[in-house]
C-alpha cells in the first residue's frame, strides 16, 4: 500500500509563501498516476488544489489562479506544492493525495497522507 | 462544474443501516465516489465507481447511483462508523473536481 507524508512548515506569515513536500513510500512515482493536493479548513470541507504527473505536467484548481505551482522531483520521489501570496483563508490542513482513474475516466483519490496543518498569521 | 448536495447529519441506532445521499442533476451519468473522515484524521476512500470497495473496506459498505442521487449505504452501523463523509465526482473541464458539503454520520 503506498504511503504518503507532508512535510513543511506549520505556520506562514500573510503575504508569503506556503511551500509543502509530499514523499512516497512504496511506490515509485516515476512509474505513473497523478499526484495532487487537497485542503480542508478546520471544521469545514474539502478543496482540491491541483495534481502533477511524473512527467512534470500539472493542472490546478482554477479557483487559486495562477497562485499555485505543483512540482514532482523523481528522484527523490517526491511532490512539491507551493501557494504564494497567502491571506489567512489560506489557513487549512493540507493533505497530498495519490490519484486513480476509474473504468469511466473519472479520477478519485485512493491514497491519503496524514495532513498537515498550516496556519497563516502573523 | 458540479454542485453535490449533501443533507448535514443522519443519525442511526447502532446494527441499524444509514444512508447518505448525494445529490445533483444527472448525477447517474457520473462515477461517484465517498470518503470517510473520523475526527482528527485523514480521509479514507470507502466506495469508488459507484459501488466498488476498496481492498479493507468491510462490505457493510456500498453505493448505488442513478438518475439524480448517489447514495451510500452503511449496513450494520457501529459506532467507529461515527464520521464525516464526503462524496466526490470528478468532471471534465476547466474545474474537475466536486466535492459534497460532507454528511455527519451520528450514531446514537
Known amino acids: 500500500q503506498v504511503q504518503l507524508q507532508e512535510s513543511g512548515p506549520g505556520l506562514v506569515k500573510p503575504s508569503e509563501t506556503l511551500s509543502l513536500t509530499c514523499t512516497v513510500s512504496r511506490y515509485l512515482i516515476s512509474n505513473g498516476y497523478y499526484w495532487g493536493w487537497i485542503r480542508q479548513p478546520p471544521g469545514k470541507g474539502l478543496e482540491w488544489i491541483g495534481n502533477v504527473y511524473h512527467s512534470g505536467s500539472s493542472y490546478n484548481n482554477p479557483s487559486l489562479k495562477s497562485r499555485v505551482t505543483i512540482s514532482v522531483d523523481t528522484s527523490k520521489n517526491q511532490f512539491s506544492l507551493k501557494l504564494t501570496s497567502v491571506t489567512a483563508a489560506d489557513t487549512a490542513f493540507y493533505y497530498c493525495?495519490?490519484?486513480?482513474?476509474?473504468?469511466?475516466?473519472?479520477?478519485?483519490?485512493?491514497?491519503w497522507g496524514q495532513g498537515l496543518l498550516v496556519t497563516v498569521s502573523s | 462544474s458540479y454542485v453535490l448536495t449533501q443533507p448535514p447529519s443522519v443519525s442511526v441506532a447502532p446494527g441499524q443501516t444509514a444512508r447518505i445521499s448525494c445529490g445533483e442533476d444527472n448525477i447517474g451519468r457520473k462515477s461517484v465516489h465517498w470518503y470517510q473522515q473520523r475526527p482528527g484524521q485523514a480521509p479514507v476512500l470507502v466506495v469508488y465507481s459507484d459501488s466498488d470497495r476498496p481492498s479493507g473496506i468491510p462490505e457493510r459498505f456500498s453505493g448505488f447511483n442513478s438518475g439524480n442521487t448517489a447514495t451510500l449505504t452503511i449496513g450494520r452501523v457501529e459506532a467507529g462508523d461515527e464520521a464525516d463523509y464526503y462524496c466526490?465526482?470528478?468532471?471534465?473541464?476547466?474545474?474537475?473536481?466536486?466535492f459534497g458539503g460532507g454528511t455527519k454520520l451520528t450514531v446514537l
Open positions: 466526490q465526482v470528478w468532471d471534465s473541464g476547466s474545474d474537475p473536481v466536486a
Open positions: 493525495v495519490l490519484h486513480r482513474r476509474d473504468a469511466h475516466s473519472s479520477y478519485y483519490f485512493h491514497s
